[in-house]
């Protein structure tokens, strides 16, 4: 393939981000930008006007996922898709979602400016309500847009304050009138995204190469002891939290042993009766398990039922370990991640494979179309925080492979 | 010491056990006899009939507790008063504090029926609200008597339903008029209790001399490292949660190390943001320990700092640990043990000296009064739930060693 020389600018990408991050800051220097809110309205009209410079107008569906279509040369192809989400957790950074959203528009820029087209259309995408944090589940608009949700049941979902999804995308104007599942038929989805984790950084590395989702097994639990008073001796005690506590330690143990796709988090605890001189009779935890190979996935819930029983048997408690919830494996398209990982080597950039243990719309996109994601680092593995950050060098080189791969996909012609 | 023959029957003394376990009886075989509830009065009714049948009429001082006494043959002594509580737990069983109560009143009527006379006056008490269920702080009735809390902010307390304690005093028919601080008058005062604990049981011993109570340090401790996604590389996680129970668990081996008098208890526990793909950000946990020597109780609290810093530094989280409240030893009354201990050895009784490591109604007494305290062993250790359960013998032997004690102390004259 001929290489188009195009004019893709890290720094004009940097100010992009900056641009955007300046709807919904937060004075520590976060973001703000929960979806369906007016300022998920004002994130999403700065695209539609940076994107109105260049030509190009916005096809709205009907659960508010926006896309951006640049015509190709062969009206006969699918087009090839890129994009992330706009949306933000109420104290999120300034990049989780936007990069591969303004890296996607400075690729269309550039390709605008050097009079560039490709063979097959190229689609620039920002999918409604990926970060799930003020309407649950996240993922919601990919989610739709896939057939793993019906529009029906996303539009009646509501917020904690009891708004109503279908009531909020109307009021901000984002209910459009395209049928959402019309984006199953693009012939190749690509997402840059911050990694969420500090295994790039601290390897020196500028991206990764995702190959795929790991699976997740989500588990529930439950350890029953016995109530006894805070005075009461140690001899004899049934204390559900000791147990627990030692349970929850050896499950980051079992992770940590798994391999370094393994992960395991203890996210939600409850004790009762939660008195401070009661030894606790009851606690229940949740787990989230994840590991890119399943039966390595399946070997830590045996770990932990094993453990579980152990510490059952030795501290005559009961515990119950309960299934609560299991993903997948996704795999993303061997060809698309190959065209990723050379476009990488290609332009020296250090990078690595790595599975993504965080869910993105790019896992549930990739349930039906080809698909692959480019990580780029972040500092410290900090995110879904207000001191989210990364550096503009990091920033342009996740753009320059995203280019690279998404051209090479779509075919370019000088 | 002539001992006077008397007719204490362990067969009466269950039989009124099982009568007054009627009055707020549960589907479980326990007791809902919540302070200042219908059940509360109707128990409180019944010790009133029954006492009456031997002569004595109840003195109700401004805070509910009543006092029965008995005239002795020297006018001019203090009365030796002894006695416990009729309020239960919510799902709390028949015998704590009930025991206290009820052999009194056997040991009352035993004296009636031998027409046995002491030197001083004796004094049964049943003391208002011990369990602390209902309102809040627990011993209202020992500690407004003993000077610990005024008698305007007792009767200001609030239940959850925001009923008020003088409100719900004067509704039962117990707001009397004596002055609560009188029993500060009292020549001694001895309580007899089931253990709450299975150190009896498990020894096969019989009666528990108790010679003081220990000292509690209760504290909080606040776990702060940083969220990431449940998907984030186990590496580089600063887990608030992980890091709290590994302190739990090594909580539980310091107090299992600090010899039998030693306990801690982990009763509550907290975690931030409580999100099950979240790694907790920040933990919260009470600790509540107690130990029969201040010495030995500070180096629970400087180990607990000790492995505190070790999490701490090992895991990158910081670990703050913060005093919550603090109550000293209070050793009983020697004179008084000395009688308890002499007694179970000369009735042939299995016997030990031990703490309590539980407030009681006689812990508050004996900041103004000499005081003693006689454990009964309970089945298991379990106490404050329905399943509570003694032996005919053990109350049989508990009452016996409480006669001989209070009737050495009191002066029997055949």
Chains 1, 2 share one sequence.
Not at 52 to 60: M, N, Q, R, T
Not at 219 to 242: C, F, I, K, Q, Y
Not at 356 to 378: E, K, L, N, S
Request: proline fraction near 6%.
């Amino acid at each position: 393939m001929t290489r188009p020389n195009l004019s893709l600018s890290g720094e004009r990408l940097w100010a992009s981000l900056m641009e955007m991050a300046k709807i919904g800051g937060t004075p520590k220097g976060g973001n703000n930008r929960q979806t369906l809110t007016g300022a998920d309205a004002d994130g999403r009209a700065l695209l539609t006007h940076w994107c109105a410079e260049i030509g190009l107008s916005p096809v709205i569906d009907r659960v508010g996922n926006m896309t951006f279509r640049r015509e190709g040369t062969d009206p006969s192809l699918p087009p090839v898709a890129f994009g992330s989400h706009l949306d933000t957790q109420p104290t999120g950074g300034r990049f989780d979602g936007v990069l591969g959203v303004l890296a996607g528009f400075e690729i269309m820029r550039a390709l605008h400016e050097a009079g560039v087209r490709t063979k097959a259309p190229l689609l620039l995408v920002n999918w409604t309500n990926e970060e799930g944090a003020r309407f649950s589940p996240p993922m919601m608009g990919s989610g739709v847009a896939m057939g793993l949700f019906t529009e029906a049941e996303i539009l009646a979902k509501t917020d904690p304050d009891g708004a109503v999804f279908g009531t909020e995308l109307a009021r901000i104007g984002y209910a459009g009138t395209a049928d959402p599942a019309k984006l199953q038929d693009i012939a190749a989805y690509f997402e840059l995204h911050i990694e969420q984790g500090k295994l790039l950084e601290d390897a020196g590395e500028e991206i990764g190469v995702v190959t795929g989702a790991v699976a997740q097994n989500w588990l529930e639990v439950t350890v029953a002891g016995e109530d006894a008073h805070g005075g009461s001796p140690m001899a004899g005690r049934r204390d559900a939290l000791a147990a627990a506590s030692e349970i929850v330690v050896a499950l980051e143990m079992i992770a940590r042993s798994a391999g370094s796709d393994a992960r395991a988090t203890v996210g939600q605890l409850t004790v009762t009766p939660s008195s401070r001189n009661v030894v606790p009779s009851r606690v229940w935890f949740s787990v989230d398990s994840r590991h890119g190979d399943p039966a390595a996935l399946a070997r830590m819930e045996s770990d932990l039922r094993a453990v579980a029983a152990r510490v059952a048997a030795r501290r005559g408690v009961a515990v119950e370990v309960a299934p609560f919830w299991y993903a997948p494996v996704t795999p993303f398209d061997p060809t698309l991640v190959g065209r990723v990982r050379a476009a990488a080597q290609r332009r020296g950039y250090r990078h690595r494979d790595m599975p993504t243990g965080i869910g993105h719309d790019a896992v549930y996109v990739a349930r039906r179309v080809p698909t692959a994601m480019i990580f780029c680092p972040c500092h410290g593995g900090i995110s879904h925080n207000e001191a989210e950050s990364i550096t503009p060098e990091w920033a342009e080189a996740g753009m320059h492979v995203l280019a690279d791969a998404v051209l090479e996909t779509a075919g370019a012609e000088q």
